[in-house]
């Protein structure tokens, strides 16, 4: 069955700390993504892969780094968490032949 | 800049009536459009997609309805039920070069 798995699914940062989330596919999807989701502002592409060891910036990426160390593996790095860093983030990947996005079950990050 | 932008941002029909979610996007280089839905505490999950060879895509209760020129699409839902609570994400992307970009969301609410 086709899943994308983040871990943590909560996590509590401090302001200035390093945060690192992870997500797992075993879709033998090409593509991978983070989005961010606040409320009001839908889900904001931050950044995104087309193949392992490459990484795209997208919409809103200052303050976050991305890491794809293979096809099945895309995580997300905070290097200083800000409070304008506390959301919920999502994992997605698909096919490169096209395909909606599958989503993963997301991240709640709170920075104090 | 928002890249997809959505309408309503909220929206109450009556059980039975038929809801209307409105997109519109800037890109002409768009050529894959899904909807997507969710619930509270859970992620987004693919409804329905068009791929604007046809102007229109019927599942079920669901249609699609796109105009190229206008750059706009829409989302119908027909006889809506207490059960389509939730929120909508229209969504945009070149069909096989994905990083599809998200509208804001509509939060619908079927009142029986």
């Known amino acids: 069955e086709a899943a994308v798995t983040q871990s943590p699914r909560s996590k509590v940062a401090v302001t200035g700390g390093k945060v690192t989330l992870s997500c797992h596919q075993t879709?033998?999807?090409?593509?991978m993504y983070w989005y961010r989701q606040d409320t009001g502002h839908g889900l904001r592409l931050i950044h995104y892969?087309?193949?392992?060891?490459?990484?795209e910036k997208g919409d809103i990426p200052d303050g976050y780094k991305a890491s794809r160390p293979s096809q099945e593996n895309f995580s997300l790095i905070l290097e200083l968490a800000s409070l304008s860093q506390t959301a919920v983030y999502f994992c997605?990947?698909?096919?490169?032949?096209?395909?909606?996005?599958?989503f993963g079950e997301g991240t709640r990050l709170s920075v104090l | 800049q928002q890249q997809v932008r959505q309408s309503p941002q909220s929206l109450t029909v009556w059980e039975g009536e038929t809801a209307i979610l409105n997109c519109s996007y800037e890109?002409?280089?768009?050529?894959?459009f899904p909807w997507y839905h969710q619930f509270p505490g859970e992620s987004p999950a693919l409804l329905i997609a068009?791929?604007?060879?046809?102007n229109k895509k019927e599942d079920g209760r669901f249609t699609i309805f796109f105009n190229k020129r206008e750059k706009k699409f829409s989302l119908h839902i027909a006889d809506s039920q207490p059960g389509d609570s939730a929120t909508y994400f229209c969504?945009?992307?070149?069909?096989?070069?994905?990083?599809?970009?998200f509208g804001a969301g509509t939060k619908l609410s079927v009142k029986p």
């Open positions: 997605a990947s698909s096919s490169g032949q096209g395909g909606a996005p599958l």
């Open positions: 879709n033998n999807h090409d593509y």
């Open positions: 892969s087309y193949v392992a060891d490459s990484t």
């Open positions: 890109d002409s280089t768009f050529d894959y």
């Open positions: 068009i791929r604007p060879v046809s």
């Open positions: 969504a945009a992307s070149v069909y096989n070069n994905n990083a599809p970009r």
